[in-house]
């Protein structure tokens, strides 16, 4: 059994969702294991995580729109300490996910067909994100250890 | 330690919530492993993992209805190729998960006394979902490897 | 590897978060493990787990009546056998989790700057909470087993 952890910084461009599909694969490849389980960590509260299909665009589109109507700026919140778009970031945090499991198989990320694991910023400004990935599992047996 | 993974296809009706718990007992029952953790993982994104109340079957019901009011079938969605059911079930799988843990104690799902996990079929139309089931821990000492 | 499990009971005063950070942390510090996962699972449908900012309250407070409107008391809901904050507390849960996973890393919980894992009691009555604390991952080298 191994363990190998990494931190991924993500660069964001403003609200939206980015595709961290390829750098999650990346520590899973570094980190030797072929059955296990991946499991991805967001260290902030105003970001989410979620997978989601990633075939047609418009799919993220509509999503962020809808993520906007059930969590809007407003002047309803009594938090706006640093701006109209700060609670907001918050509650769509809470919608969707501050880590996701995905099961390593073969040596793959087990996702199904169409599913991606996007970092979904939700501040209006560019950000720094840190993720933290963890796997844990069976090496190979080239590898080394069970 | 040990791991232990496996896919379990689950046929669905049409929209609503489908119980699993049997299944993923199952997987926990042939894995051995007592003290550990299950994590279910969905492959799809327009399906979801939610744990609820297994007693009343008017809560699953009424989780339904009210999914279904913050994530409408409408025109106003950007992406409908599959139908207007196709964007809603996007999103009311945001609203729930693509994974789930459950803690294994004494060999069991330490599920609290009135808690089962629900596949939730979004789309209209029957679906064979795929889930991904893996269990690690520590094995009962007459089974084997600590 | 090693596998440390802990129960961890929590007394609720009404609708709210409880910061169980500092609990969580000492079933951690229990444990020995230095470089791992820490998963929290809760054993209800009518409470909730999430992982938020935790330097102003005000965000707490919103959150609150946020999730109060997005899943409000009201007649329309079928299941009400133990009042009309029943149903609610089951979609508020649905809108959090039941599991929540922080990494490990250097002996402490990874947990970015502003994060707190808060548990959230949506029933109007008090209640006692039960939380299955999971944690696994490679010991301290002075501490024994790899």
Redesign the interface.
């Known amino acids: 059994?191994r363990?190998h952890?990494d931190k991924v910084e993500v660069p964001t461009g403003g609200p939206g969702p980015v595709d961290v599909t390829e750098r999650v694969r990346g520590v899973v490849a570094t980190s030797g294991v072929v059955?296990?389980?991946c499991?991805v960590?967001?260290?902030?509260?105003s970001a989410g995580l979620?997978?989601?299909?990633n075939a047609?665009p418009?799919?993220l589109?509509?999503?962020g729109r809808?993520?906007a109507k059930?969590?809007p700026e407003s002047p309803e919140?009594?938090?706006d300490?640093e701006g109209p778009d700060d609670?907001p970031a918050?509650?769509r945090?809470?919608?969707?996910?501050?880590?996701?499991?995905?099961?390593i198989?073969d040596g793959e990320l087990?996702?199904?067909?169409?599913?991606a694991l996007y970092l979904w910023e939700y501040r209006r400004r560019p950000h720094r994100r840190?993720l933290?990935v963890?796997v844990?599992?069976?090496a190979s047996p080239g590898l080394g250890e069970h």
Chains 1, 2, 3 share one sequence.
């Open positions: 059994m363990i952890q059955t296990g389980m499991t960590f967001v260290q902030h509260t979620v997978i989601q299909e047609d418009a799919v589109r509509d999503l809808w993520l059930l969590a919140w009594e938090h300490d609670m918050h509650a945090s809470v919608l969707t996910r501050t880590s996701e499991n995905i099961p198989r087990a996702l199904g067909v169409w599913q840190s933290v963890h844990v599992g069976l």
